[in-house]
């Protein structure tokens, strides 16, 4: 079975600052997803990033990142200048093949401080 | 705005009762999906549906059971309610890249 760990339950960030938040994942399949989503307090499960295991290109959205290793299968997510509303809990999934479910981590919960 | 709306926001019932949750994907989607989100067991997947057909079972207990109609939306009935099915269920549905797209919820409180 297809695990997710998050092996940082809570971080903090300066604003402006950069902050990586660490992922692994554990499968035995070569075509996955591998998602990043964001959870404020509001309880909204937002989509922070998407990377497809086929493309050996990291993903960018504006200021996020990801450092994609698929051999250590490492899924890191990189913010940077970051805001106080990016505070908020953060999730890793994967998703094996397409329209399938995903497995999460257990988060991340990241704080912002002036 | 995700697409994705459910209702109701907030159920609160007592134990034993049976509700219904219900969920209607973006607009062009085929796949639902439901997720429950506890303290104790973090984001777990319940069931898909496709086009109105079940495509994959998680962890759901035999006490729920859900249904896509043919308008895609999506309904699910939890019975026999428990203090521990206290929990907020999600309803998502999946875009033409894999990503899939959440609705706000329903928080269910078992008193």
């Known amino acids: 079975a297809q695990t997710v760990t998050q092996s940082q339950p809570e971080m903090s960030v300066q604003e402006a600052e950069t902050v990586t938040l660490s992922c692994t994942y554990d499968?035995?399949?070569?075509?996955?997803?591998l998602f990043w989503y964001k959870q404020p307090p509001s309880r909204q499960m937002i989509l922070v990033i998407r990377q497809e295991a086929y493309k050996q290109q990291n993903a960018t959205e504006n200021r996020f990142s990801v450092n994609f290793q698929k051999a250590a299968k490492s899924f890191s997510l990189k913010i940077s200048d970051s805001q106080l509303g990016d505070a908020a809990m953060y999730f890793c999934a994967y998703a094996y093949g397409t329209a399938s479910k995903l497995t999460f981590g257990t988060g991340t919960r990241l704080q912002v401080t002036l | 705005d995700s697409g994705v709306t459910q209702t109701p926001k907030h159920l609160i019932t007592a134990t034993g009762q049976r509700v219904t949750l219900r969920c209607s994907p973006r607009s062009g989607d085929l796949s639902v999906y439901w997720y429950q989100q506890s303290l104790d067991q973090g984001l777990q997947f319940l069931i898909q549906y496709y086009n109105g057909e079940e495509r994959a079972k998680g962890n759901i207990l035999e006490r729920f059971s859900a249904q896509q109609f043919p308008d895609l939306h999506s309904e699910l009935n939890l019975s026999s309610l428990e203090l521990g099915d206290s929990a907020l269920y999600f309803c998502?549905?999946?875009?033409?890249?894999?990503?899939?797209?959440f609705g706000p919820g329903t928080r269910l409180t078992v008193l």
């Open positions: 998502a549905s999946s875009g033409p890249y894999n990503e899939q797209f």
């Open positions: 499968t035995s399949e070569s075509d996955y997803y």
